[in-house]
């Protein structure tokens, strides 16, 4: 005898937003969704990330998700208008659009688009990253991708804000080895344990950024169920490239600078041919306090 699990709908019982079922991407796309502590890296990360990918020959779309609309600049070179803007500028009239016009080519043909985000206090993530999937959607600009990579603001504060993992196959969080990076973490593994329910999302693994040592993101793994796929220590060509608006691929190649491409690539090979979902876990505030720092 076959048993229904009657599941609330996404949403339900919270104050969030429910995405249009209709305004999925295709399942072609492998959809990948960064996540961490705001100012943790993730632009960085997924920047570097989506040229390593277009490096294997893959063609790569980045997603901002943030009001600052800063996630594609270091491909783009500029900050380039966000998709809420020019939705604005013809009063959400999108035929009127052409792809040129929220649509940018990034470095080695990474296309960009920045979602923008609504004003300070007054609208929800959520509906700003559904806008911006429909609006590709309807120009046909996901059919020939192979990688989607959503970077998205901070950590997981609303149900808005965790709307691209209605989209994503797997979510990468990036972490540095300290408490409030980890606490972080792990409310991002309980809202994919909330959205894995209803979503194909799953987490991928973790990203250990900007740390020299991951002993407290050790512990925080063997307890959870998570796993390290990458470490980017505090190389400092890491942060000149921001600052030079490039990524880490256009920088003069010195040793320490191809070891961090290198790592970027092994990560892109990992996602594309061997990541396998995790079973993970998330903590009480207090297990966490309890579990981090030295004896």
């Known amino acids: 005898m076959t048993t229904t699990l009657n599941r609330p709908a996404d949403g339900q019982g919270s104050v969030q937003v429910q995405q249009d ?30 040229a390593a990918f277009s490096k294997l020959g893959k063609k ?16 783009t070179h500029k900050m380039v208008p966000t998709v809420i803007d020019i939705l604005e500028e ?48 309807e120009h046909h600009l996901l059919e020939d991708t192979d990688v989607v990579i959503f970077d998205v603001l901070g950590d997981v504060v609303c149900g808005g804000f965790a709307a691209p993992l209605q989209h994503a196959n797997y979510c990468l969080i990036v972490t540095a080895n300290d408490f409030d990076s980890i606490f972080a973490m792990n409310r991002i593994v309980a809202a994919i344990q909330a959205k894995a329910k209803n979503y194909k999302v799953r987490l991928g693994g973790v990203v250990a950024n900007r740390s020299a040592d991951t002993d407290q993101i050790d512990k925080f793994n063997a307890r959870t169920g998570l796993k390290t796929m990458a470490h980017f220590k505090d190389v400092d060509a890491i942060r000149r490239s921001r600052l030079k608006k490039c990524t880490i691929f256009e ?19 990992k996602l594309s041919e061997s990541v396998k979902p995790l079973e993970a876990e998330s903590l009480k505030d207090r297990e966490i306090f309890d579990l981090l720092g030295f004896d």
């Open 251 to 269: 920088m003069e190649p010195t040793e320490d600078v191809l070891a961090v491409q290198n790592e970027y690539l092994s990560l892109a090979k």
């Open 21 to 50: 079922p209709s305004v999925q991407i295709d399942q072609g796309a492998l959809v990948i969704a960064v996540y961490g502590k705001g100012g943790i890296g993730k632009s960085t990360t997924s920047s570097n990330l989506s």
């Open 90 to 137: 013809v009063d959400f009239h999108s035929e009127e659009l052409r792809p040129q016009d929220f649509m940018f080519e990034g470095f080695n043909g990474v296309q960009c688009v920045e979602s923008g985000g609504p004003p300070a206090g007054t609208g929800c993530g959520g509906y700003v990253t559904g806008q911006t999937v429909k609006l590709l959607k």
């Open 60 to 75: 790569v779309l980045q997603i901002g998700c943030d009001p600052k609309h800063d996630s594609t600049f270091t491909l």
